[in-house]
């Protein structure tokens, strides 16, 4: 939630400059803002307090800033969090973000699970301290009003956990693209198209959820021909630093009895892609939602 530098700081990007509303009020970016909201299990989530000169200083928000041109919302809001306290980009996964859109400013709060331990670092004097806080202490802080208005929401969501379950031999089958003669190789092209999705996002109307994008882990069973010859490596997209939420799973025997074993030991939300009559039947009753195969070639097909 930081938007504005030290008074005669360098502006150090065409993206640092106030833009403002027709009725004069000021917001900082030229290309919109973004922030990051850090939640840890088992500490709360990473607040900073922000510095007397700036907007709203001395009041308790997010690290974030001004995005660059051209750069994407989760880009900017990692890169200021990293700037601003040092968050790593290798210890987080992406959950979701909410967008506030003006018209001609927007402003994206880019909600990450810290997966592994680290301790965040005061590296700019955009900052007077940064603390990790459990949920329930948050709103006795004195905080940015912006982040005040979005946190109850964002509370609500922040432990939700969405995992998609491929039955990928039903995925990729379902199109007669000749996958039937060599039906490896027509898995790893798949689950390396599922890593680019994974990074990518979800509409979270395709999930039936709040707010504007997610990222699900995604767990692949694959079966027959195609087991033992995929990783999770197979899913990793190249010049991401972020963790891409796939895992591969090789069902020892039916590939519809390790989807319901799977889905059996998850917690949170679960969507099982497949157009198995049968096997929809067997996790619905476990609590999973269900979508077609083309639901997911569908969105396949979008990411390129």
């Known amino acids: 939630m930081t938007d504005a530098h030290p008074p005669g700081g360098p502006v150090r990007d065409a993206g640092d400059a106030w833009v403002e509303s027709g009725d004069g009020r000021k917001y900082w970016g030229r290309f919109g803002a973004a922030g990051l909201l850090v939640h840890d299990r088992e500490r709360g989530v990473l607040l900073q307090h922000r510095a007397g000169w700036s907007h709203f200083g001395g009041t308790w928000g997010i690290p974030g800033g001004a995005r660059h041109q051209f750069e994407s919302a989760v880009d900017g809001a990692v890169r200021e969090s990293h700037e601003e306290a040092g968050v790593p980009a290798e210890s987080i996964e992406l959950r979701f973000d909410s967008v506030l859109d003006l018209g001609f400013w927007s402003y994206t709060t880019v909600i990450v699970e810290a997966v592994e331990p680290f301790e965040p670092v005061v590296s700019d004097p955009e900052s007077i301290a940064l603390a990790w806080v459990p949920l329930a202490e948050v709103e006795a802080l004195p905080l ?79 079966e027959g021909q195609a087991r033992g010859v995929l990783t999770d490596d197979s899913a990793r997209e190249p010049g991401h630093e972020l963790r891409a939420g796939v895992s591969v799973v090789d069902a020892v025997g039916s590939g519809d009895d390790a989807i319901v074993d799977v889905v059996r030991e998850l917690d949170g939300a679960v969507v099982v892609v497949t157009s198995d009559r049968e096997l929809r039947e067997r996790v619905e009753r476990l609590g999973a939602t269900t979508r077609g195969a083309g639901w997911l070639m569908d969105l396949l097909d979008a990411t390129g």
Request: aromatic content about 12%; glycine content about 8%.
């Open 144 to 222: 940015h009003p912006g982040f005040a208005d979005s946190w109850p929401g964002l509370r609500s969501q922040l432990e939700r956990r969405v995992t998609v379950v491929v039955d990928v031999a039903n995925v990729v089958g379902s199109r007669p693209d000749g996958w039937w003669k060599d039906r490896a190789g027509a898995a790893q092209r798949f689950v390396a198209r599922l890593g680019r999705l994974a990074h990518e996002g979800l509409d979270a109307q395709a999930l039936d959820l709040d707010f504007n994008r997610w990222w699900p882990a995604y767990v692949a069973v694959v």
